[in-house]
């Protein structure tokens, strides 16, 4: 649930979402700024904390929820994107932002992320992505290069990694970004225009693990990534080109925007009346306590 409410006088702003415990990140850890972006993009909606949730499964990156001022919840490993699915169906005018990890995103939640896209449930997913099990020391994650020498891969890793922007245009995902946690201001902005977004707005964003992969931080990074420049994101194919590319002609930006298809709250009759949790139930509280007691 959100932490305690204090009174906001005029239009909230970024300090209104800081959460009353500090991160308890790495010094330097890629991931402030991914929380000092979302909290800029909450108060951008000129919303109050209370008309946020923000959800996460399980990782370093998964302990936001902890460090924000809005309701959250703190859920399983990979089974995120399902708990907030149930929240939005519940209340879909509740504005419902999913923050997690490479490792918890890709591989133990991999088929959540396929078929929540696929149905287009309305959902911000923003992943940290780091390229390693950063809170378990460092293993290898789906998005690891081949190559790469890590805990579980002393070797060298052999296996292909995700493209996760890529996997987003063709499974369904119709807002499709890529952000680098050191870009802040980007990044800020293309949380804010996913949260406006209606349907899946995913954002895959370059967080380095100062730990575990301190020769690939912020210098080796911003020589590799550069700003997507006069891009159609109406152009699956063009996306698809573009989330494609890597190393040096590594893109950040906006790859895909589909305004067209409708989301599954919009398409879900039973919501026309309203949100689920705005509804009188239908059934008797007699009939609910029988319900209840036969599941027992």
């Known amino acids: ?3 305690k409410e204090r009174p906001i006088k005029g239009a909230p702003t970024a ?43 399980i990782g370093c990156s998964s302990n936001l929820p902890g460090f924000i001022n809005t309701y959250g919840m703190h859920t399983l490993h990979g089974r995120s994107l399902a708990v907030a699915t149930g929240a939005k169906l519940g209340n879909h005018e509740l504005n419902v932002v999913v923050t997690g990890g490479d490792g918890d995103g890709y591989g133990i939640g991999g088929n959540h992320f396929i ?36 805990k ?12 996760p922007v890529a996997m987003a245009i063709v499974a369904g995902a119709t807002y499709v970004a890529r952000g680098f946690s050191s870009e802040r201001s980007q990044l800020a902005e293309l949380m804010y225009e996913g949260m406006q977004h209606k349907g899946f707005s995913f954002i895959d964003v370059i967080s ?8 690939e931080i912020y210098d080796f990074w911003k020589e ?39 989301s ?3 398409s879900e009759p039973v919501l026309e009346t309203g949100p689920m949790a705005q509804q009188t139930a239908g059934v008797t509280p007699e009939q609910a306590s029988a319900i209840i007691q036969r599941m027992m």
């Open 115 to 150: 078929h929540t896209m696929r149905k287009n449930i309305d959902l911000l997913y923003i992943v940290m992505n780091n390229e390693t099990y950063g809170l378990t020391v460092g293993q290898a994650s789906p998005t690891t290069v081949v190559g790469e020498r890590t």
């Open 208 to 215: 380095p693990c100062v730990t575990w992969k301190d020769d």
């Open 15 to 57: 300090k209104d979402f800081k959460g009353d415990v500090n991160p308890d990140w790495c010094p330097g850890c890629g991931d402030f700024g991914v929380l000092s972006a979302l909290q800029i993009a909450y108060a951008k909606t000129g919303n109050g904390i209370h008309d946020h949730l923000t959800v996460s499964g």
């Open 224 to 262: 590799r990534v550069n700003s997507l420049e006069n891009h159609d994101t109406s152009d699956k194919t063009a996306a698809l080109e573009q989330a494609v590319k890597t190393g040096h002609d590594t893109q950040i930006g906006l790859f895909y925007h589909d305004t067209t298809r409708l």
């Open 1 to 3: 649930m959100a932490k």
């Open 152 to 163: 579980s891969t002393p070797f060298g890793n052999i296996e292909t990694p995700l493209n």
């Open 264 to 266: 599954l709250d919009q």
